[in-house]
């Protein structure tokens, strides 16, 4: 199987070609739009050649799946109804990109931090309206929780669950993952196959 990766000089796009790069049977094949950096590029999705340079390289490379690995990109590719193209279903992409979507479609079964928008934020001390401003209509504001942070990383295809794993986040850069501990929790698995019957998964995810 041969496999293209693209964004592969992002943070996703590293990742999943290390995790294949010693897969039998698998070839990986990496394409990013810095021209500066990549041996194979295209340009960014918001290009109106974008689709063209990507079937392009499909063809020129002998390309059996493609696997979006930026935001752009998986938006895109999932309106268009390819089966080389890994990706979830339009609406479900739509979903998870809307944080406040996002909490009314898992409220039923995840606690969710509570939210505020339109919000107003001033300082705890201040005089008049010094320090005080509307937030953006583009932020949410949210309750902050503290405590130990667990996701999943799985991979469905077409909606079944292949596999998944756990993990504590141990440490965090910049909302990345960059030391985690692997565990296993029932009411976490419970809570993502839930999470799959309201929303549709094909190829891997960040749960």
Same mark, same amino acid.
């Given at each position: 199987m041969r496999l293209l990766v693209t964004s592969c000089l992002g943070p996703a796009g590293m990742?999943?070609?290390?995790?294949?790069?010693? /897969?039998?049977?698998?070839?990986?094949?990496?394409?990013?739009?810095?021209?500066?950096r990549a041996s194979l590029h295209i340009p960014k999705a918001t290009s109106p050649i974008y689709l063209d340079e990507l079937r392009a390289v499909i063809q020129s490379e002998s390309i059996d799946f493609v696997l979006p690995c930026s935001d752009e990109e998986a938006i895109l590719l999932a309106t268009i109804?390819?089966?080389?193209f890994v990706t979830h279903p339009v609406e479900t992409v739509k979903v998870c990109r809307d944080k406040l979507a996002l909490y009314h479609a898992v409220?039923?079964?995840v606690s969710v931090p509570r939210t505020l928008?339109?919000?107003?934020?001033?300082?705890h001390c201040s005089r008049g309206s010094r320090g005080a401003f509307k937030l953006p209509d583009s932020y949410l504001a949210c309750e902050y929780?503290?405590?130990?942070?667990?996701?999943?990383?799985? /991979?469905?295809?077409h909606g079944r669950l292949a596999f998944g794993v756990q993990r504590r986040r141990v440490c965090? /850069?910049?909302?990345?993952?960059?030391?985690g501990e692997v565990l296993w929790n029932e009411t976490l698995a419970d809570k993502v196959l839930r999470l799959s019957r309201i929303l549709t998964f094909h190829g891997p995810v960040n749960i």
């Open positions: 990742s999943v070609l290390h995790l294949l790069r010693d /897969v039998a049977d698998v070839t990986c094949i990496g394409v990013d739009a810095d021209i500066t109804d390819d089966p080389k409220d039923r079964f928008k339109p919000a107003f934020l001033k300082p929780i503290d405590g130990d942070e667990f996701s999943v990383d799985a /991979v469905f295809w965090i /850069v910049d909302g990345i993952c960059t030391r």
